[in-house]
């Protein structure tokens, strides 16, 4: 019934990092304000994660992800409004798809599922040249294949390589393995559709029972599966291709270790809980948006 949603959710360990070494004063993540900690160890805690999202630069990976959903709720909008949506449907799609929202999930899982060791040493390695450069490079890929005639162009040359022996492409299968990338964002995509139907249910624009929608999932299992291994691969195959090899090796030795898992997860976790939240409002938003056209 929709298009997989695979594009907005999948992530890697790395695909957040970025240069920047401060979150910015006048905006933290709402629910770790200064005012909120208690002991000084819970402020420590509080100062490390604030570090960890500014090097995560969360803020911009968020707006890139916003404007993506708003590109989302726009096939909606064609799809299942038949284009009458306009400025209010807009508007309700970019306050659902609000960077900050996702920003404070993000920042939530962070905190509550790494170590001050683990943080330290994500930290480390993500201001390390490599780091930085891998961060630049998967930015700047993320970015791009929002054209769809690059995203094409990507998922052309995976698909020249797919079946074939280039040693660049086994490092990224290592690299994919060890983050379990691709279960990952099949859950991730399938979780987007089960609250995205069970908002709709909830808004009466469909009369599905649980039973319903899991089956519902289970169908299109197959295809979101093939559609997440192509994006991911084009997007890594796009991001990597300047990287040494040694780089990339250094990529994978981190993402391997405790503190990369460790991170690699919270990632998947605060964006799965703000997704959650995302598709339920916009399944919720959708049935009232149907409603309206057919009065």
Do not use: H
Request: charged share 25%.
């Amino acid at each position: 019934m929709f298009r997989s949603v695979c594009g907005a959710l999948i992530m890697s360990a790395t695909a957040l990092w970025a240069e920047s070494e401060a979150w910015p004063v006048s905006d933290p993540p709402s629910f770790i304000k200064t005012e909120n900690a208690g002991s000084e160890a819970e402020q420590d805690a509080i100062d490390r994660v604030l570090e960890l999202c500014a090097a995560l630069r969360i803020d911009e990976i968020t707006q890139v992800l916003q404007s993506e959903g708003q590109g989302y709720g726009s096939e909606l909008d064609r799809d299942m409004l038949d284009g009458r949506g306009g400025a209010y449907w807009a508007a309700m799609v970019e306050d659902i798809y609000g960077a900050k929202r996702m920003a404070d999930k993000v920042s939530m899982a962070l905190l509550a599922e790494m170590t001050p060791q683990q943080i330290n040493k994500s930290l480390a390695f993500l201001r390390s040249d490599t780091g930085r450069t891998i961060v630049s490079l998967e930015l700047s890929a993320r970015k791009a294949l929002r054209d769809p005639d690059l995203e094409d162009a990507a998922r052309g040359y995976y698909e020249s390589v797919r079946d074939g022996d280039d040693p660049r492409l086994a490092m990224i299968d290592s690299y994919v393995e060890a983050n379990n990338l691709v279960e990952q964002n099949v859950a991730g995509a399938m979780s987007f559709s089960y609250f995205l139907y069970r908002g709709m249910v909830d808004g009466g624009a469909l009369e599905m029972d649980e039973d319903g929608i899991l089956a519902e999932i289970r169908y299109d299992e197959p295809e979101t599966r093939l559609e997440t291994e192509a994006w991911l691969y084009a997007f890594l195959l796009t991001a990597y291709r300047p990287l040494s090899d040694q780089d990339l090796e250094a990529n994978l030795t981190f993402s391997q270790s405790d503190a990369g898992q460790a991170l690699n997860l919270a990632l998947f976790k605060g964006f799965e809980m703000a997704y959650r939240d995302i598709s339920y409002d916009l399944g919720v938003g959708l049935a009232g948006a149907m409603a309206s056209r057919d009065l």
